[in-house]
Each structure stands twice: as C-alpha cells, then as structure tokens.
C-alpha cells in the first residue's frame, strides 16, 4: 500500500459532476484554488450517475446530467498536474432524490418485480467502464461504492464485483460505506483499504473511532474516512450529515468542528487519512464566503484549520 503513504491530506472535488462544468476555466481554478489553500496532497474525484428511483435497475451513465468520459479524464489529468494523487469515485444517486442507502430489492428473485440481479448487471457495467479509465489514467485509487447501505447485505455480488474490477483497474479498491456502518460490511477482507463516511457529531468522535478501530483491528487494512465534514451553520456540529438543517451561517462552529475532528482522528495512527466534504468544481467567489453555509471550507475559518492541520501531519511524517 505505497500509494497510501505518507498520509491522505485528501478532500472531495467536483461533486455531483454535472455535465458541462468540468473542463473548463472555473474547474480548472476551483481545483487550483483547493489544492492551494488546503495543503492537500490527494483528491476523490466525485460524480453521480442516476437511476430514476430506488427500485430501478438501470443506471444510464452515459446521459446527463453525470460528466462525460472526457470531463472525467480532464480532471484526472488537471489533478495529476498540481501533483495531487486521485481516488476516483463513481457514485450511483436517484434523480427522484432518494437518498442511495435505500436502494434496496427483495433478497430473492421474483418475477415481474425488479431484481439485484438486474441492479448489479448494470452497476457492474458503470463501474468496469469508469474502472478502465482510472486504469488508463493512472487513478491511485478506486473507489467502487459510496453509502449504499441496503446494498451492503449483498456480500456475494460485491465479492464478484470486485474480482471483475480487478480484472481492468490494478491499483488499491476502497468501497465508502456509510457513518455507523464499518462494522456492518462483511466483505472489507476483498478490498485494499476500508473507507467511511465520518460524520460523526462533535461530542461523540472519541467513541466511533474505538468502535471503528477494532474493525480496523480486525481486517488488518489500511483506513481512512472517504468523507468528513461539517457545513457552516449553527447547528451542524451535532448533525453534520444533515445538508438541509436549517440554521444561521456560523464559520466559528465549523471550524471547531474541523479542529475537533482533525485532532481527534490524527491521534489515532491507524487513522491515514481523510477525504473532505466537499469541493464544489464552481467555485463561489472569495469575498461570498461569509455568506455561504455549505460544506465548502473555501475563504472560511476551517480553511485555515485544515491547511494547518494537514501541513503539520505531513511536516511531522517526513521527519
């Protein structure tokens, strides 16, 4: 697991890839921007495909809104030129705006009801492709699911699954199950690296991170949280998976959170690092971050927390 040292200082970009804004002037300065002011030495490069409902069983990545095979290959190379490692990252949304994790299908095959049988052909299709790209391009990682958690049950169609991507992509294989999952993912032995979700309340990181490490423990893989973050609103330290509370824009408590989070998880060494939530490939403009209360650090007091946070960890490893 060379790729994976010295320590992923790592956040999200691009998400959800919308067709038409990768490739151009305004990604192209959004990711300069991020690797600039984060100190960041890794990068998910996150987009969607979408299937209409939770019950579907396809998923047509070549339509829009997801990225074209070229915007995808345009990042990658952009990201590789500001001497950023990439972790590529399909994802599978609903357009209906069902959340992922409730994808889910009877666990036997019926007729005339939709199939995982059905589902996985498909998924299994979207995945290789993007796979064969991270191979091509050199992607560091691949990263082969995110937060599907009726999904996860399904332990002998992920173990194929894996073995097929191995055929066509030969770099490490995460899959980002969700918060409070990692002990629920049996199948963590076929990956290279365990990944989550680390949206964990401000109070409460010290008692998921022991539960998370004897899973860890167990496996003997690498970990790091594929996600983490916090919006900045006054609330979100308590609830920081939850984009739609509502509450008043609050840079102080975001940055607490992010100052919280990172001392935490850099005290424990099995921790490798983070991808942060999140980076938007359109980037607000500096003097509007006073006003924006999403997850996106950019201009904000967490700025500054986690360049520091990830300088002083990768400062202190090359010594």
């Not at 939770?54 to 997801?66: K, L, M, Y």
């Not at 036997?108 to 299709?125: G, H, I, Q």
């Not at 066509?168 to 999952?181: A, F, I, R, S, W």
Request: hydrophobic share 40%; aromatic share 14%; charged share 25%.
């Amino acid at each position: 697991m060379q790729s994976l040292k010295p320590y992923i200082a790592g956040m999200t970009w691009g998400f959800m890839g919308v067709r038409g804004t990768w490739g151009n002037e305004a990604a192209a300065h959004s990711m300069e921007m991020m690797a600039k002011v984060t100190r960041s030495n890794w990068t998910a490069i996150a987009f969607a495909a979408l299937q209409a409902t939770a019950f579907s069983t396809d998923i047509p990545f070549w339509e829009a809104p997801t990225v074209t095979d070229e915007e995808v290959r345009w990042a990658i190379r952009k990201a590789h030129s500001l001497g950023l490692k990439v972790c590529l990252k399909p994802i599978v949304n609903c357009a209906d705006g069902t959340w992922r994790a409730h994808i889910n299908f009877f666990d036997r095959d019926v007729p005339c009801e939709p199939k995982w049988s059905d589902w996985f052909a498909s998924y299994r299709a979207y995945l290789l492709h993007f796979a064969q790209i991270a191979e091509e391009t050199g992607c560091e990682m691949f990263c082969i699911g995110c937060e599907m958690v009726q999904t996860d049950r399904r332990e002998a169609e992920w173990r194929a699954l894996i073995a097929d991507i191995r055929q066509v992509y030969h770099g490490p294989l995460t899959y980002n199950c969700d918060k409070y999952q990692e002990d629920n993912v049996m199948w963590w032995d076929a990956l290279d690296v365990i990944s989550s979700s680390g949206y964990y309340p401000i109070g409460d990181w010290d008692r998921q991170l022991d539960r998370i490490e004897s899973v860890v423990r167990r496996y003997g893989k690498p970990f790091l949280f594929m996600e983490a973050g916090c919006p900045s609103r006054t609330g979100s330290a308590n609830v920081p998976n939850d984009w739609t509370l509502q509450g008043a824009v609050n840079e102080a408590e975001q940055a607490e959170y992010y100052r919280t989070m990172l001392e935490k998880c850099g005290a424990r060494d099995w921790v490798r690092g983070l991808m942060l939530w999140d980076w938007p490939a359109r980037l607000y403009d500096r003097s509007q971050a006073a006003t924006n209360d999403g997850y996106c650090i950019y201009g904000k007091e967490a700025e500054t927390v986690v360049a520091e946070a990830y300088a002083a960890k990768l400062n202190a490893i090359e010594r």
